[in-house]
């Protein structure tokens, strides 16, 4: 069964109601959604660095819910296995900060409007899909995870973090891609960590609209990688736009985003069918 949460307050959610299911239904052996709560350490002040490596700064509110999100995280791993990153200064740089690189262009840009819709594909444990809620509240944000012990991880910090764009919802990327309702909705397709580059644009361009873009977040990025990907976002419809390269800003780490813009329609038989793209990449 593949399942849904839908915030009442959130257009994108009300506009999927009608063909997706309105709530994440109880399967056998789920136990009662009431998470641990402990004591995290702070997270570090960095508001600087914010500032010198992406023109941004978090307000109080801001800061508030990236702690409220590292405690939750840190819950979390007592059940699921949600990261291996938990020390308050690598969570900030690997999680936080990272989460917002890719989206760096729509900080500092003016407002988008009203009916913005992003979408996270391999949400997990929220990244890069909660912070970059957080940084722009007014976005209509849907993360997309395929288990569902992550995705009622996922429901609960919707509800912790008071972020009511949001919408969790729990199914594979190939299903929705062919959903109507899904395909060709968003305007922003967001995948950090999930696939290869080829199967990434598979997952991602069909849920663009024409005009869209899809930001894949990599850490290491061949030159051949790059080349052999562009005949296959150009058979999906898209174009290679742009290619950032950077650094983590404590630890110096490559980090390499590729930004996807469709351009055309996609053809009918993409994504294919669950499972194919991974075990049978396009390039």
């Not at 699921?80 to 020390?87: D, S």
Request: glycine share 8%.
């Amino acid at each position: 069964m593949r399942l849904a949460v839908f915030s009442d307050r959130c257009l994108e959610c009300q506009a999927m109601k009608p063909k997706l299911p309105p709530k994440v239904a109880a399967k056998p052996g789920d136990r009662p959604f009431d998470w641990p709560t402990i004591a995290a350490p702070d997270l570090p002040d960095l508001t600087e660095i914010w500032q010198q490596t992406l023109q941004w700064r978090p307000n109080a509110r801001q800061r508030q819910q990236f702690q409220q999100l590292y405690a939750a995280v840190l819950a979390g791993n007592q059940r699921l296995n949600l990261t291996r990153i938990t020390e308050p200064t690598e969570f900030w740089e690997k999680h936080l900060w990272d989460s917002l690189y890719g989206i760096q262009p729509y900080l500092a840009a003016p407002t988008q409007p009203a009916t913005f819709s992003v979408i996270d594909i391999g949400s997990g444990a929220g990244f890069p899909g909660v912070p970059v809620a957080i940084a722009h509240p007014d976005w209509q944000v849907t993360l997309l995870e395929a288990t569902h012990k992550k995705g009622k991880f996922l429901q609960y910090l919707v509800t912790l973090l008071g972020l009511d764009l949001i919408c969790p919802v729990v199914e594979r990327a190939e299903v929705l891609g062919q959903a109507p309702n899904a395909r060709g909705h968003y305007d922003l397709a967001l995948i950090r960590a999930v696939a290869p580059t080829a199967v990434c644009a598979e997952y991602t361009l069909p849920l663009l609209k024409p005009g869209g873009m899809a930001i894949l977040y990599r850490g290491q990025l061949t030159e051949a990688e790059a080349k052999t990907l562009e005949p296959v976002v150009i058979q999906l419809g898209g174009t290679i736009e742009t290619v950032k390269t950077g650094k983590t800003p404590l630890t110096g780490g490559d980090r390499h985003c590729l930004y996807l813009r469709k351009i055309g329609q996609t053809p009918d038989q993409f994504p294919r069918a669950v499972g194919i793209p991974t075990h049978n990449p396009l390039c």
